[in-house]
């Protein structure tokens, strides 16, 4: 038999595969238990929008024909919410879609891209694909003002002749870490025009809104800016797989030659546009997110843990000790958290925040957990 891997293109025979958090059916048939809650891929935990469920009960008879490969009824809906033009919206199956779709744009083997130690393991797998060379900036140190976070002097210095873009996600996953208003446009100024920023908005919701960081407001002034957003957080849509971007729309149109032609499902096309106006989920999952962080937070100051100050929808804690026991204490009890190892966080744990109920059930374990 032939050595496949050998065959593959040089990029993907180095890749490590996405790691997702472990789903709860898993769980159940490795360890036969129930009850169990998951706290591992940033999930909604009240659930999809309830708006967004009611708009695709109805589309069942309809699943025969091809969705709307413009996604007219989407883009419209969403030029209005962000005062864009449709020109300038790309949908994507899942934001993740839009991040590969510019990877592959504006990538080759000759070029590079840059990202931050520590940010969203989807980048690197998205740039080495392509052959090109992924240029990881060491992130800040813990005690710096943005703990684990992007070190945006660094990235300005690594740009050269072959870099096209420079992924940033703010907040940012796995760490919760997050760039202020001020630093992020000091930065994109800095930035080439001829080099694009890819700002990756995936958790933007959990922030209030007088403290968001909303990069598509700089569209205008940064042709090279891209703003990207999703359905599967906040708006609890995860399971449908839709996400956008916001660019200049020669951008747009550079992504919309490669997409695949139907590449947002019918059903999630329906949820996200109707999803998009259900303000009050918005704010119930804002809430119940900032009762579950503090409690969280709470409970690591009691027992003396440090953690990222988070503005997404998760926290991560350094146990300052391998991890992988505390994992598996709480898999034992039911409870699925993320280990960081692959990102080179070995003594963290990425831990979603859950309802009232879940965070109490895993505060109460966590004492014994890091004993
Ligand atoms: C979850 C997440 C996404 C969203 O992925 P989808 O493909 O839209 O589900 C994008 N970026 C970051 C940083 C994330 O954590």
Redesign the pocket.
């Known amino acids: 038999m032939s050595d496949f891997k050998a065959l593959a293109v040089p990029g993907v025979q180095k890749l490590k595969p996405y790691i997702p958090g472990k789903p709860i059916s898993e769980l159940e048939r490795e360890l036969g238990i129930d009850n169990i809650i998951k706290l591992a891929s940033?999930e909604n935990p009240l659930g999809p929008s309830p708006q967004g469920m009611a708009a695709i009960e109805k589309l069942l008879p309809e699943l025969a024909l091809y969705p709307d490969g413009n996604g007219f009824d989407l883009k419209k809906a969403l030029a209005e919410k962000h005062g864009v033009g449709m020109e300038q919206i790309t949908l994507g199956n899942?934001?993740?879609?839009v991040l590969v779709l510019l990877a592959e744009a504006f990538l080759s083997a000759a070029h590079n891209a840059i990202y931050s130690q520590y940010s969203?393991a989807v980048y690197p797998i998205a740039i080495q694909a392509i052959g090109a060379t992924h240029k990881m900036i060491p992130a800040l140190g813990w005690d710096s003002e943005s703990p684990l976070g992007c070190d945006l002097d660094a990235m300005v210095a690594a740009i050269d002749e072959q870099t096209r873009l420079i992924f940033i996600?703010n907040p940012n996953?796995p760490t919760g870490s997050f760039l202020s208003k001020q630093a992020l446009y000091q930065f994109i100024r800095q930035v080439p025009e001829d080099v694009i920023v890819v700002l990756?908005e995936?958790y933007l919701e959990y922030s209030p809104e007088a403290e968001r960081v909303d990069g598509s407001l700089w569209l205008k002034e940064f042709p090279n800016l891209v703003v990207t957003r999703?359905f599967?957080?906040a708006y609890g849509l995860?399971g449908l797989?839709v996400?956008y971007s916001l660019s200049h729309p020669d951008i747009a149109n550079v992504l919309n030659r490669i997409r695949q032609p139907f590449n947002v499902n019918s059903l999630a096309l329906k949820a996200a546009e109707a999803a998009i106006n259900d303000n009050d989920f918005i704010r119930q999952s804002m809430a119940v997110n900032s009762h579950g962080l503090t409690l969280l937070t709470d409970c690591c100051d009691d027992l003396n843990l440090r953690y990222v100050p988070s503005k997404g929808n998760f926290l991560l804690i350094d146990f300052q000790q391998d991890a992988m026991p505390i994992y598996e204490h709480l898999l034992h009890n039911g409870i699925i958290t993320r280990p960081v190892a692959n990102y080179g966080l070995s003594d963290s744990l990425r831990i979603t925040i859950g309802t009232e109920a879940q965070m109490q059930r895993l505060t109460k374990l966590l004492p014994a957990a890091c004993r």
Do not use: E, L, V
């Open positions: 940033n899942g934001s993740n879609d969203f996600a996953n990756d995936a999703t599967s957080k995860a797989r996400g």
